[in-house]
């Protein structure tokens, strides 16, 4: 089992469309404001560009509000460009123009009916593949998945997500084998043998955290999970969400990272 940190090169993000308002969400928080979207949404690409990262912007997809959530539409791993089969049916067209920007890159291989996989339910820490069993994932879609991996070699647990939209709006990577949990999900079998940081009551949104090659990214407002984050001795950005928020989206929805 590799053990070495992961190192990403390069991002594919998309940029959000005028129909943004229109996406799925449950945060009953009104409708993201366009131009703040677009604001935010720069913000990230610049951010992961300091970072080194070499981030190619798609177009927006229209017709496809959510599609800037571009994460759940495709999982990069060393070895493949896994295009899912995303669980929510407005959200399946999403990926034929996924596979186009992803086939330069890495073999390309896909997530077939009846499964469902939405890439916001898999989480790669500290060697493994954790990928949750949500509203979006289905049993089949986990376990295609997977194969996948485990055919190069990757270990893999599946994680039952309960309420909630995906695996990684209760947990993520901080490097090595830490994990942010929002409280309550830390006490999971699948992560016994990790190192874990648990927010606050209220913070739960800032558990979506994107570690990028030794820097931490996290959503701005949240000063106490800032505080624990800060123990990490990691340089430790923080970006201004609120527009996808109002989607559901976080940080790491936005971007392909490989
Ligand atoms: C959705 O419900 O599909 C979008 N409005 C939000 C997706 C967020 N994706 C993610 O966290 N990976």
Known sequence: MSMEPVIFHKAIVRAPGPDAAAGLTTAGMGSPDYSRLL?????????????????????AAPGY????????????TPEFAIVTRPGAPSRRGETSSIE???????????IEPPGTLD????LFAGGRFFIGLSERTNADGARQLGAIVASAGHPWTSVPVGSGLHLKSFVNTLGGRTLAFAPG???????????RIVLDPGDEYAANTLWINGTLLMPAGFPGTREKYARLELPVIELETSEMRKMDGGLTCLSLRF
């Open 39 to 59: 604001l935010q949404h720069a913000a990230y690409v610049e951010a992961l560009r300091r970072l080194g990262l070499e981030v190619d912007v798609l177009p």
């Open 65 to 76: 509000p959510d599609a800037y959530f571009i994460e759940d539409a495709a999982v990069v």
């Open 100 to 110: 186009a920007a992803l086939a330069g890159h890495r073999p390309l291989r896909r």
């Open 119 to 122: 890439g916001g339910d898999v």
């Open 185 to 195: 999900f830390e006490d999971g079998e699948a992560f016994r043998d990790y190192d």
